[in-house]
DNA sequence: CTAAATGCAAATATTTTGCAGGTTA
DNA sequence: TAACCTGCAAAATATTTGCATTTAG
């Protein structure tokens, strides 16, 4: 997967720059594991170039997302988590309330949900970035209750 | 509906109490047209007594919350917004990002859904605040694009 | 009377923006 | 070299909290 040339790609379409902070923040994406925080993006990007401002990450991930590269999801939490969207593409999120784990499963389960809210509401849902709450396995195991907060 | 006694109820197996500000926001939730912001209903609220705090108004959402009487959901944008839950409780929202407009239906059309993530990933979803990004029938009718921002 | 609730103001947290100066193509 | 991008600082937004005072039960 060449993020970088798509990414640098997508910029020139538009007649806009590939720099250094921008690499720099795709690269984090692509290191950090699966589900990162701006500010956990910046401290990543920090370790390579302390210089490198958190506005930028702001803006280097809101251009990702344009592109279609990022998805941007909300856990129950104030902040936002971006999602490098690579071979596997937009996918369904399931947020465990007992542990925080997130999983990103194929859009297919969703299907007959689909199917219904456009039959039954003509609402044609857009699934791709929607967080599902919910226990895993091992929370529901462990007789977890679902966090209210 | 008696839900102001069902509320002060709630809050005396507490040892709380219940308050004019309390009465106000629950109120406020009943004259409001179905999902509103702490904004729009402090506004709201005001207009009966313009001395109560926006604090107040969170303040008791979050306590209405616990109950269960409020649901509170996410649209795109970063503002929570607060449901009464009436007779019809729980349900799945569907959030037009064509008109801003947001349905309510019944978590029925989930439940293959529902059985399909227990059954595949163990995951027990709780499907009762999500809200559904979408197109709906008027906007698709429309053409309208699905606003990313 | 006393624990709880309120209003106020200030704090927090996250994200966005304006701008002067540096940089990329 | 000209449009773009960046860092910085400050603004904007949404929500929460500490505290002195008031109030419900």
Redesign the pocket.
């Known amino acids: 997967m060449a993020c970088e040339k798509v990414f640098a790609e997508q910029?020139r379409k538009r007649?806009?720059?590939?720099?250094?902070?921008?690499e720099m923040v795709l690269s984090a994406l692509h290191r950090v594991d699966r589900f990162a925080?701006?500010?956990e993006l910046y401290e990543r990007v920090q370790r390579t170039?302390a210089?490198?401002?958190?506005?930028?990450v702001?803006?280097?991930l809101?251009l990702l997302r344009e592109f279609g590269m990022v998805a941007a999801i909300e856990v129950g939490?104030?902040?936002?988590r971006y999602e490098l969207l690579g071979v596997h593409g937009p996918h369904l999120h399931l947020a465990c309330q007992g542990c925080g784990r997130i999983m990103g499963i194929s859009l297919k389960a969703a299907d007959p949900l689909l199917d219904k809210l456009l039959a039954g509401y003509g609402f044609e849902a857009q699934l791709e970035d929607v967080t599902i709450p919910g226990l895993c396995a091992e929370c529901r195991a462990r007789g977890a209750e679902p966090a209210h907060d």
Do not use: N
């Open positions: 910029l007649g806009l720059r590939m720099t250094p902070q921008r925080t701006a500010e170039s210089a490198v401002d958190l506005s930028t702001y803006r280097t809101d939490d104030r902040q936002t």
